[in-house]
Each structure stands twice: as C-alpha cells, then as structure tokens.
C-alpha cells in the first residue's frame, strides 16, 4: 500500500504557473505508474497527465499539452505537475493517484490508490 499527499496548490493569476507535488510514502514507489487528475465542482474528475514507473514515458490530455509538464523523482518519492500558462477553466481540485500499471494510464479505474487532493484556482 502507498500514501500519497498532494501540495503546492493556491490562487493564481491567469497566465501563471505552479508546481504541484505529489509525496508517496509506503511501498516502493518506483513500483507504480503514476498519474494527475483534476475535478471542477459539478463535473467528473478528469485525467491530465501521467507517467511510467521509470518517468520514460508520459502521456497528457490534449487541453494542457505544451502547458504542462509531469516529472518524478524515485530518490525522493515525489511525482510533480509544472503547470505554466494557467487558464481559468484549469480550476479544480487535483489529486494525484498511484497505479500498479507500472506504464501509467489515463482511466481513472485503473489506479488503486489516491491523494486527498489540492486546490487550484486561476482568476482572470
């Protein structure tokens, strides 16, 4: 079994950045594919991003590619969200969820553990 605990989320200016982080405690780490989802009040949680077990491989849903970037770093148990030129409609909670498809996947069903979420807010 693995923790996971998200930071790193605030309000922000249309046009600005943050890094979220996601920290993993428990289980090898390194053992699971890892990924970022967001859910806006009202609509389902949603995919944005996710990474192989190695950080080798990443996917991205279409709206924040060339936005956003996922990272890990298995020394440190942490898995990132950069998150560049924000838009409003990138307001949500997002959580990150650790699955043991060690390539990381984009279904929300395929993940077996989840953080308890973050804010994010972007004004315009």
């Known amino acids: 079994q693995v923790q996971l605990a998200e930071s790193g989320g605030g309000l922000v200016q249309a046009g600005g950045s943050l890094r979220l982080s996601c920290a993993a405690s428990?289980?090898?780490?390194?053992?699971?594919?890892m990924g970022w989802f967001r859910q806006a009040p009202g609509k389902e949680r949603e995919f944005v991003a996710a990474?192989?077990?190695?950080?080798?491989?990443?996917i991205y849903v279409d709206s924040v590619k060339g936005r956003f970037t996922i990272s890990r770093d298995n020394a440190k148990n942490t898995m990132y969200l950069q998150m560049n030129s924000l838009k409003p409609e990138d307001t949500a909670v997002y959580f990150c969820?650790?699955?043991?498809?060690?390539?990381?996947?984009?279904?929300?069903?395929?993940?077996?553990?989840w953080g308890q979420g973050t804010q994010v807010t972007v004004s315009s």
């Open positions: 428990g289980r090898t780490f390194s053992s699971y594919g």
């Open positions: 990474i192989s077990w190695s950080g080798s491989n990443t």
């Open positions: 969820a650790a699955s043991l498809l060690r390539w990381g996947s984009s279904v929300v069903g395929q993940y077996n553990y």
